[in-house]
Structure formats: C-alpha cells, structure tokens
C-alpha cells in the first residue's frame, strides 16, 4: 500500500494562487491530482509521470502546472489565476503496477 499525505489547500481571492502537495510513502509511477465540485463527478485535473509526462485537463492549462520531486515521491500542483469555478477537495492519486491510491483530499475555496 501507498500513503499519501496532502497539503496546501485554503481560501483564496479570485485571481490568486495556491500550490498542494503530496507526499507518498514510496515511488510511484503516475502521481497526480483530481477535483471534485460540490453535486459534481470527480474529475482529473493534471497527472505527471516518474519520466516526467505531463497530462492536463483543458481547463486548467496555462494556469495550473504540475511537479513533482522523484527523490521525495512528491507531487505538487502549483495553481495560478484561481476563480471560484475552480472551488472543489483536490485529491491526490497515485497509480503503479496494480497499485492505486487515493488522498483524504484538501478543500480549495476561491472566494472574495
């Protein structure tokens, strides 16, 4: 089993930035990040492999960028010109070799 621990989530005014992290107990291939909306399905927001290959939802490109610290196992989402569209818990996800794991998830609140 993998364990992930996030952090960085909190209220932010429009326009503003946050970044998460996420911490996994051991390397894993694909880490990555995925938000869900109050009434609304989760969905993926940004992935990036242990190679560094990058997949982004189209919402969020040009303002939001995935890292990742292959000697931490940590995965950050560096999340800029934040509107309140972009309100949801962000999970962390991790994927390997018939290994999945989820985050307990951070709340982002972008409010005036």
């Known amino acids: 089993q993998v364990q992930l621990v996030e952090s960085g989530g909190g209220l932010v005014q429009p326009g503003g930035s946050l970044r998460l992290s996420c911490a996994a107990s051991?390397?894993?291939?694909?880490m990555g990040w995925y938000r869900q909306a109050p009434g609304q399905e989760r969905e993926l927001v940004a992935t990036?492999?242990?190679?560094?290959?990058?997949n982004y939802a189209d919402f969020v490109k040009g303002r939001f960028t995935i890292s990742r610290d292959n000697a931490k196992n940590t995965v950050y989402l560096q999340m800029n010109s934040l509107q309140p569209e972009d309100t949801a818990v962000y999970y962390c996800?991790?994927?390997?070799?018939?290994?999945?794991?989820w985050g307990k998830g951070t709340l982002v609140t972008v409010s005036s």
């Open positions: 051991r390397s894993i291939n694909v």
């Open positions: 996800n991790v994927r390997g070799i018939l290994t999945t794991a």
């Open positions: 990036m492999t242990t190679g560094g290959t990058t």
